[in-house]
């Protein structure tokens, strides 16, 4: 699992909505997910939640592990000062580093959502890279697309030998992995 999946998932409700809670047992509901922010700051603006009735609308910060949260030192940024949930994949069962609720999302991911993930290969060509399905794996989904990069990745590729990956979906959204 990486982070930038990890939003994915969350931008696109790719979990099971029904009876969320949050890590103090609290009930869960997402009104709206917020608006993917690429920039410095949480990796969601203007999200809608909805804890035990209570309606809050703020930012929202995702992680791997609830312990990333200290790692990052967002604790001393004031631009995390507006968060309203911190998602994470695997809590920790730490004690929360902020006035906000923790939701971990990995009982709540569908399994096929996984394994769609584990199956997917990447191919690198001389002038272009493109994401594809595992040939056989039966994984075809209309929301990926083949698309090859830019000559400035090649280049990158060719001056540090290492490459970003993006996963780009018909929406237009992308997922660097």
Request: with cysteine; net charge neutral.
């Amino acid at each position: 699992m990486n982070e930038a999946f990890l939003q994915y998932i969350w931008q696109y409700a790719l979990f099971q909505p029904d009876q969320l809670q949050d890590t103090a047992g609290r009930s869960l509901l997402i009104i709206h997910p917020g608006r993917l922010n690429k920039d410095e700051g949480p990796d969601f603006s203007n999200a809608r939640i909805r804890i035990d009735g209570v309606e809050w609308i703020g930012n929202i910060e995702i992680h791997i592990r609830s312990s990333d949260w200290k790692r990052h030192h967002h604790e001393h940024h004031p631009l995390y000062q507006n968060i309203i949930l911190h998602v994470v994949w695997e809590n920790e069962g730490l004690p929360s580093w902020g006035n906000f609720s923790t939701l971990e999302i990995r009982p709540f991911v569908r399994q096929e959502i996984l394994e769609k993930y584990g199956k997917l290969f990447f191919f690198v060509f001389p002038d272009s890279l493109y994401l594809h399905a595992a040939p056989g794996a039966g994984y075809q989904d209309k929301g990926l697309v083949r698309k090859p990069f830019d000559p400035k990745v090649a280049a990158e590729k060719q001056r540090t030998g290492k490459v970003s990956l993006y996963l780009w979906s018909t929406t237009g959204a992308a997922c660097c992995i």
